[in-house]
């Protein structure tokens, strides 16, 4: 019952949940390289 609309609701939002993937991915990549400059 739950998991049809979580379904539904997913696949609406795959193209913002892609993004946001990206986004973090990008995010944390900035992140490591601040902690790296700090480092050295």
């Known amino acids: 019952m739950g ?6 609701y997913f696949t ?3 193209y ?4 946001l993937k990206i986004f973090v ?3 944390s990549q900035i992140v490591l390289r601040m902690k790296s400059i700090q480092d050295s």
């Open 3 to 8: 998991g049809a609309l979580v379904f539904v």
């Open 12 to 14: 609406k939002s795959s």
């Open 25 to 27: 991915v990008y995010l």
């Open 16 to 19: 913002l949940t892609l993004n």
